[in-house]
């Protein structure tokens, strides 16, 4: 024999949850040449490294994980930043703060998530935003040199990063 049981949902929580980190940073870039110049230098190799100019005057990657890269070129400030956001949606539970629990946890663990997939990110970024310094500096080193006097001789070794430019005074 079969009964029918008439189930009834009381209590639920229904959630947007969003989470966001960043981290702000300085490039390491010589004061060789006038600010504008070694911005212009900086805002060239951006460009070149896939970063779009946007209307405040920084300069703006999106990777394919989400992490967004923002650059100010006159001040060299770099800012990295990764959010995240899921929907929760739970039905009766024994308790309601059960259920406050559970959307606490889920707001933990995408935290965390979002805050690894940055840590992540950040060495790659490094490297590269290291090697997009040493280019300007090394160029502005090269104009710098060639306003002193007639350079006769540059020479750049790869593997040290090392520039070694001759100049006739």
């Known amino acids: 024999m079969s009964r029918a049981y008439r189930i009834r949902i ?8 969003k989470v966001d980190d960043g981290i702000q940073s300085k490039l390491e870039i010589l004061e060789i040449l006038p600010p504008e110049q070694t ?7 951006l460009q070149a490294a896939g970063f779009e100019k946007r209307e405040d005057g920084q300069w ?16 060299g400030t770099v800012t990295v930043s990764a959010q995240a956001d899921a929907e929760l949606d739970r ?8 259920l406050e629990g559970e959307a606490e946890q889920h707001e933990k ?6 805050t690894e997939a940055l840590e992540g990110k950040l060495d790659d970024l490094r490297r590269e935003l290291d ?4 280019r300007v500096t090394a160029e502005a080193l090269k104009q710098k040199a060639a306003s002193m006097g007639e350079v006769q ?5 790869p593997e040290t990063g090392s520039l070694t430019i001759r100049v006739k005074i």
Not at 91 to 98: H, K, P
Not at 131 to 134: E, G, K, M, T
Not at 153 to 157: G, K, P
Request: avoid cysteine; charge should be negative.
């Open 131 to 134: 090697q997009i310094s040493n």
């Open 39 to 45: 911005s212009a230098l900086l805002e060239r190799e």
């Open 153 to 157: 001789e540059v020479s750049e070794d």
């Open 109 to 114: 663990d995408l935290q965390a998530q979002v």
């Open 91 to 98: 039905g009766r539970q024994s308790l309601l703060r059960e």
């Open 60 to 75: 703006v990657r999106v990777d394919e994980d989400g992490v967004e890269v923002r650059v100010e070129p006159k001040t």
């Open 10 to 17: 009381s209590e639920s929580l229904r959630r947007h949850i």
